[in-house]
């Protein structure tokens, strides 16, 4: 068997939470029954953000929000496609937490979004994009506020998209702009 390289990665800038909700629908349209996407970034980032505009292309029921309080929301499709799962792996300790859920659909079924689920589900599969957000990198705005940004300043957000795993080896991921 040999080894399978270095899967597809992009990064850029996201000028505004529309970029980043596009980004979103953008990565759906790849996405199939199964996949899992890990989302990394710290608070206020724009995890959330992606998934609405994920969960606004798939077309699935319900308001994408924060989910606060609650481990995982299934958002059904309203015409075909799979469900939506919406994690916050923050809240969850463990895998077995999500399983142990009895979500009302199957995972494999599903296109599984986890927020801060970097080091909990990678285990889940060994297929898996990555999206990593972060705040306060993104040109002059984003140096001069550095870490201690307000979270209602606007500025623009550094993302990459990898992939991970046979099923993303050759998938081509959508261009991002290297400038806000
Ligand atoms: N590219 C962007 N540029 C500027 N602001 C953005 C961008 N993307 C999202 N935002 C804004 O950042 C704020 C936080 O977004 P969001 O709730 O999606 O973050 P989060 O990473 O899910 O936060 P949490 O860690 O609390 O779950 C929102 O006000 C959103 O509109
Ligand atoms: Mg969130």
Known sequence: MSAAGPGPEVSGVLPDPAATRAL??????????????VLTGPLGAGKT??????????GVRGQVASPTFIIAR???????????????????????ELEALDLDTSLED?????EWGEGLVEVLSADR?????????GGAAGEALGASVDE?????RRVTVRGVGPRWA???????????
């Open 24 to 37: 979103g629908g953008a990565l759906a349209a790849l996405l199939e029954p199964g996949d899992l996407v």
């Open 110 to 114: 599903s296109v599984t979004v986890v």
């Open 152 to 156: 209602d300043v606007a500025v623009p």
């Open 129 to 137: 994009l990555e999206v990593t957000l972060d705040r306060g990198h």
């Open 74 to 96: 299934v958002h059904p499709p309203l015409a075909g496609g799979p469900p939506l799962v919406h994690v916050d792996a923050y809240r969850l300790g463990s895998l077995d």
């Open 170 to 180: 050759g998938v081509v991921l959508p261009g991002l702009a290297a400038q806000p």
């Open 49 to 58: 953000t992606l998934v609405q505009g994920m969960g606004e292309a798939m």
